[in-house]
């Protein structure tokens, strides 16, 4: 096999090297297949109109319309549904975990797209938390006075669930476009759903690591 390039680590071997080699190889094809997803994401057609204009309670007591949450100048929105039960003092461990990736990257996100976070939980127990955790900077509702989470799949059989859904803005109307249906979809043996690994670093960095994800280590709220 040609080298893709001619770099070499200090004191790497041979065996190393010829190894690394074809996993880059590897590497390129799995980043080509990851383009051709999204190109087919992009090329969906319009999915369902908004079932309603849903009210969601925000901070200092406000409602807002789910029309709202876009921006004048953004028609993208995308909305992740986190478990949060009513009954709960905190999120699942797993859905901080993610919010904290969002909360990092909302600044940058924002400057493209609309963001929110959902939580069936009251608002004052959500922003309690978020104030707690330090979640400055992602837009948290609460959907305790809706039928948001069950109509798009982050609450089912009563339960909260984690989903994400993109919503286009396109004139008077708003459109579901996308969800992680992985969720629904059969599981690969000694896998997990993997529904939100595409937005969560957590899972991408182990993946680099030589001992990756582990069998059975999940994150804790620390």
């Known amino acids: 096999m040609k080298p893709l390039h001619d770099k070499h680590f200090p004191n790497e071997s041979s065996e190393y090297r010829n190894t690394r080699n074809k996993l880059l190889e590897a590497e390129i094809a799995l980043r080509r297949q990851t383009e051709e997803v999204a190109k087919l994401r992009r090329r969906l057609p ?126 008077n109307e708003i459109y579901h476009t996308w969800g992680s249906e992985m969720t629904f979809a059969p599981r690969d043996p000694g896998q997990d759903e993997r529904l939100a690994d595409i937005i969560w670093p957590l899972w991408n960095v182990l993946d680099l690591t030589p001992e990756g994800r582990g069998k059975d280590w999940y994150p804790k709220i620390v």
Request: proline fraction near 4%; hydrophobic fraction near 35%.
């Open 46 to 171: 319009l999915g369902g109109r908004l079932k309603e204009d849903y009210i969601f309670s925000e901070s200092d007591g406000k409602k807002i319309k789910f029309s709202d949450l876009f921006q004048h100048d953004k028609d993208i929105l995308v909305v992740y549904s986190m478990m949060f039960d009513p009954s709960w003092n905190q999120p699942c461990p797993m859905c901080n975990s993610i919010v904290d990736a969002l909360n990092g990257n909302a600044r940058q996100l924002t400057q493209r797209i609309n963001l929110a976070v959902v939580g069936k939980a009251p608002i004052e127990k959500l922003l309690a938390y978020a104030n707690d955790t330090g979640w400055k900077h992602v837009r948290i509702v609460s959907s305790s006075d809706n039928t948001y989470n069950q109509d798009y799949f982050g609450e089912r059989e009563g339960k909260q669930v984690p989903m994400i859904n993109v919503f286009l803005r396109k004139g």
